[in-house]
């Protein structure tokens, strides 16, 4: 689209994507490319949807563009503790001396030498799981990719193995903060973050009274070191953590086993060449990114392209189109191992927005697919997947069955 041509579209004239129909139900890919066929935008029921790599990746840590705060989710009527939450927890949606204090603190607590020091451990986390499966075939995001990241997150936060069930219910239901619409989840928003924060506030308290060599002690000892956090921030911060760490790893860890079982021979690959096992994990976010949208608000008036966009109007950082934009990337919508430069650098985010916990679901990710290629072949995904709704903000495979053997 060339700048005469954009300068003179008001949005109205840009193709529409109708992400509730049922054309982007059944194939949303091809529904975006259909409107990346027009050009870098289009308008949904979202907002303004960016559809090609290189302007997601421009306008991600855009300072004109704001994250949604809380008083996005009280206009929309949202709980006290989601909106508690988002003032005091949630760090994307943060800026300025408050997001920069808490950042320091985390970032302090979730070193990338310490992330990496953790491999043993979600090692023994993923064996743990795949010796409860069955001898050739089992239902990968209940045996493994939904219990797996929380495994992992709770043992580093000192949590006891009996509670991670209250954990992996509660975290669960927060896949419900990327719904579209989200105001009919709202009551059981409610009730997850209420149980999680409580419980959070509780650990807090102990760790103060009885310090143990765990990620939360660290932070509370990091709090005077780095920069003082509220008990509020602190505890929202974990559930923030908690919330972070599971859903997505679930999804995404799903994707990608099903992106590896079905690209041919890049299952026995990976167990012949393990060193290839990063390179799988950032084409597996490429092919299946499981953030397939960020929200962007506009903080004045201000021009995307030649397009005039008004201040307070939503864009739509379409990650899922930009991670396929055939002119950033060769044969895009196939899974190549490796994948030469240049990289899908934008799911963790850039800037001041990268997300603290990126290494740690990276480090996950490659630990339990070492794992997996290590103990079994012949692997392949039976029937179709039971996916989330394609107009979600978070997407993968909610169940999904794997048939194997087990290597001698």
Excluded at 31 to 37: F, G, I, K, Q, T
Excluded at 180 to 207: C, H, K, N, Q
Excluded at 238 to 255: H, M, W
Aim: proline residues 6%; glycine residues 6%; charged residues 25%.
């Amino acid at each position: 689209m060339s700048a005469d041509i954009a300068a003179r579209l008001e949005e109205e004239d840009l193709p529409e994507i109708d992400v509730l129909g049922q054309a982007f139900q059944d194939d949303a890919l091809a529904a975006l490319r259909e409107a990346r066929a027009h050009g870098p935008l289009a308008r949904s029921r979202r907002g303004i949807e960016v559809l090609d790599y290189d302007t997601v990746s421009a306008l991600i840590s855009d300072g004109r563009l704001d994250s949604q705060n809380a008083s996005v989710y009280a206009r929309m009527g949202g709980p006290g503790s989601l909106l508690e939450f988002a003032e005091d927890g949630l760090l994307v949606a943060m800026s300025g001396e408050k997001h920069q204090r808490i950042r320091r603190v985390f970032s302090a607590g979730f070193r990338v030498r310490h992330v990496q020091s953790q491999r043993p451990l979600m090692r023994a986390a993923a064996q743990d799981l795949v010796e409860k499966w069955g001898i050739d075939s089992c239902e990968f995001v209940r045996d493994f990719s939904g219990p797996f990241p929380m495994h992992v997150l709770c043992r580093m936060l000192g949590v006891p193995v009996a509670d991670i069930p209250v954990f992996s219910a509660a975290a669960t239901e927060l896949h419900l903060l990327a719904a579209v619409p989200l105001a009919p989840g709202f009551p059981r928003i409610d009730a997850a973050l209420s149980e999680l924060s409580g419980y959070m506030t509780g650990l807090i308290r102990r760790r103060r009274e009885k310090p143990r060599d765990d990620i939360v002690t660290s932070l509370i000892t990091v709090q005077e070191s780095e920069g003082r956090l509220t008990d509020s921030e602190l505890a929202w911060n974990l559930v923030n953590l908690i919330f972070a760490g599971q859903d997505t790893t679930r999804y995404q860890l799903a994707s990608l086993v099903r992106a590896v079982a079905q690209a041919p021979g890049a299952w026995e690959r990976l167990n012949a060449e393990p060193e290839l096992i990063p390179a799988a994990v950032e084409e597996g976010l490429r092919l299946h990114p499981v953030t397939r949208f960020i929200v962007r608000i506009a903080r004045d008036d201000l021009t995307i392209g030649a397009l005039h966009v008004r201040r307070g109007r939503r864009v739509i950082l379409n990650l899922l189109a930009a991670s396929r934009d055939p002119s950033r990337f060769d044969r895009p919508d196939e899974f190549v191992l490796p994948r030469p430069e240049p990289h899908f650098n934008v799911p963790f985010g850039w800037g001041m927005h990268h997300c603290l916990g990126a290494t740690l679901a990276q480090v996950e990710m490659e630990e339990a697919l070492r794992v997996l290629t290590e103990s079994y072949q012949h692997v392949r995904v039976t029937g179709l997947p039971a996916m989330t709704p394609p107009a979600g903000m978070l997407h993968g495979p909610e169940s999904m069955a794997l048939e194997f053997a087990k290597r001698a």
